[in-house]
């Protein structure tokens, strides 16, 4: 039963940026060339969301679906890895269009050229866990 909620909220997910046309490489071309406000204002309302989410799960000391309760630990600030991994997660997304969610989403809408974008991106994941030891964090 809770494999299934996952499953609806990754359904509504799919929608949601399918409708949104967060999907779209002519709205990422738009924000990466700043013609567009509409990809900015996306980002900008999870970024205050997930800030929000966030504030109420501490408030209420609220607990996952095993019945532990969700602790948020501090992590050392490395800049490095920061600049690292933003700037290749960054030219991923510029170069293929999509970041990791929408991925399955353009996959699902018809888009199978992202196959090759999704084996790419977990050959990354992979590579990244056999590195992962070697690398700042």
């Known amino acids: 039963m809770k494999k299934l909620i996952f499953l609806f909220i990754g359904i509504f997910f799919g929608i949601t940026m399918f409708k949104s046309e967060a999907i779209s490489?002519?709205?990422?071309?738009?924000?990466?060339?700043?013609?567009?406000?509409h990809m900015y204002g996306i980002i900008g309302v999870t970024v205050v969301l997930g800030v929000l989410i966030h504030v109420v799960i501490k408030k209420a000391e609220a607990r996952n679906l095993e019945g532990q309760k969700i602790v948020f630990e501090d992590k050392p600030k490395t800049y490095l890895a920061s600049i690292v991994g933003g700037s290749l997660f960054g030219l991923g997304w510029a170069i293929t269009g999509a970041c990791p969610g929408p991925i399955y989403v353009l996959i699902g809408a018809g888009n199978l050229g992202f196959i090759i974008v999704l084996l790419a991106a977990l050959f990354g994941a992979m590579l990244y866990?056999?590195?992962?030891?070697?690398?700042?964090h």
């Open 25 to 37: 490489w002519y709205r990422i071309q738009e924000m990466f060339l700043f013609e567009s406000f």
């Open 129 to 136: 866990g056999a590195l992962k030891n070697k690398l700042p």
